[in-house]
C-alpha cells in the first residue's frame, strides 16, 4: 500500500485530525445564506478563518503521520 494512503488512514484514527474534518466541514457550511442568516452576520464574514485554521490542523495531523510512517519504513530498511 502506498505511503501517503497510510498516512491518510492514520489521519483517520486521530481525533483531531477528525475533529478538523469536522470543523472545516462546519465552516464550509457557513458560507450558505441560510446558515448565515441564522447564526449572524460575523460568523458570514468571518468563516474562511476557521476553515483557515482546520485545514492548518488536518494538514499538521497529516504531516505528522506522514513523517511518523515514513521513519517507521527507514528503519525497517536499515535492518
Not at 5 to 17: P, T, V
Not at 45 to 68: D, T
Amino acid at each position: 500500500m502506498p505511503l501517503f494512503l497510510r498516512a491518510l488512514i492514520l489521519l483517520a484514527r486521530n481525533w483531531r485530525a477528525i475533529l478538523s474534518i469536522a470543523g472545516l466541514m462546519l465552516a464550509v457550511g457557513f458560507s450558505g445564506k441560510i446558515f448565515v442568516h441564522q447564526l449572524g452576520e460575523s460568523i458570514g464574514k468571518f468563516w474562511w478563518i476557521a476553515a483557515l485554521a482546520c485545514l492548518v490542523l488536518l494538514g499538521r495531523e497529516y504531516i505528522i503521520g506522514y513523517f511518523s510512517l515514513k521513519r517507521t519504513e527507514s528503519k525497517k530498511q536499515k535492518k
